[in-house]
């Protein structure tokens, strides 16, 4: 009865060894997966960041290039602007139409003409010292007429 009793504590114990070496294979095998599994999710998650990142960085450069092309063509405009108003050639004060000098008379009573430019579209820049002593510049047509430039 020993014996039986010695032989079943001995088969008791292996079968706890090998009980515990399963277990153990077991949670290798799932601490393994899940492992694998957090890869897999970090592997995705950077994937995904990178597609935004370039998409922002894609937005980006095109929300640029129309910025820059529209300061583009205001600089463009405003060069043709200036390059019109440099366009104009000194004239001698003598060769200003009549209707110009009638028109300043009444406009800016007291004011004179410091100098006088023309353009080809006969349109007259005229820098003149009013009476109170201050210097402004007016625009003008041929017929006297008040333009804005």
């Known amino acids: 009865m020993k014996k039986v009793m010695l032989v079943a504590v001995m088969a008791l114990g292996s079968m706890t060894v090998f ?3 399963e277990v153990q294979a ?4 799932a601490t ?8 897999e999710v970090a592997t995705e998650a950077v994937e995904a960041t990178e597609e935004v990142a370039v998409e922002a960085t ?4 095109e929300a640029t290039e129309e910025v820059a092309a529209e300061a583009a063509e205001e600089a463009v405009e405003a060069t043709e602007v200036a390059e019109a108003q440099d366009d104009f050639t000194e004239v001698a004060l003598e060769e200003l139409p009549e209707a110009i000098t009638t028109a300043l008379e ?5 004011a004179t003409i410091s ?3 023309v353009n080809e579209a006969s349109q007259y820049k005229l820098e003149v010292a ?3 002593g201050s210097a402004v510049e007016l ?3 041929a017929e006297g007429n008040w333009i804005e430039m």
């Open 139 to 141: 625009y003008a047509d």
């Open 32 to 39: 393994e997966t899940a492992v694998e599994a957090t890869e």
């Open 19 to 21: 009980a515990q070496e």
């Open 26 to 29: 077991v949670a290798a095998e």
């Open 106 to 110: 009444a406009a800016h009573p007291g």
């Open 130 to 132: 009013k009476e109170d």
């Open 115 to 117: 100098k006088a430019y």
């Open 58 to 61: 894609e937005e980006a450069v």
